[in-house]
């Protein structure tokens, strides 16, 4: 007895069904183009395949970006930047990212402005962590993180779904502004 073919029709149903629930994409953008600095020796220290990689300098007044996905498992990843040549107790100082796409569920990001051995981090870069991390201290949607000691601001927000975006938008605080509007208070 032959087995009949399978409509192609019906091959790419099945394949749309497929991509469409059980592959989780990412884009990250990272916008510069309001900061000073120059973001540098960028990488990759958790993430799942890269379709884009990520730019390993993004220049001041520049963006960056960067794609990964997964298939069938939550996408997750950290990627770091150095930050100029500021430091922070003789290491280089470090902007992190992180994120996390759920199959179900709420995506999540956070952003951190510190050293690798910061008492915040602690484990840095490890996978278990920067999920309990997420969990305790990750952002949904949009938030603005204020980061005074290194007078720099970021804007971030994620879209929610299994294709989602995660945009961070870098700026420098004007410190004197900032200084006078708590003297106010």
Known sequence: MAIPPIPSSAL?????????????????NINNTQSRNTLHHGKRFLGNTLIK????????????????????KKACGLITYEIDDKRKDDLPLLLIVGWKISII??????????????????????????????????NTGSNTLDFEAHSISIDGSISDGNNAQ???DIREMNSGVFEAIRRLL
């Open 12 to 28: 790419s149903l099945i394949n749309n069904i497929f991509g469409k629930f059980f592959v989780n994409k990412i884009k990250i």
């Open 53 to 72: 990689p990520l730019p390993v300098t993004i220049n001041r007044r520049e963006e960056g970006f960067a794609e990964f996905k997964s298939t069938i």
């Open 105 to 138: 569920g709420k995506n999540k990001w956070f952003v951190f402005i510190g050293c690798e051995t910061d008492p915040d981090f602690p484990d840095f870069p490890n996978e278990r962590f920067m999920k309990e991390y997420l969990k305790e201290n990750g």
């Open 166 to 168: 995660l945009n961070i």
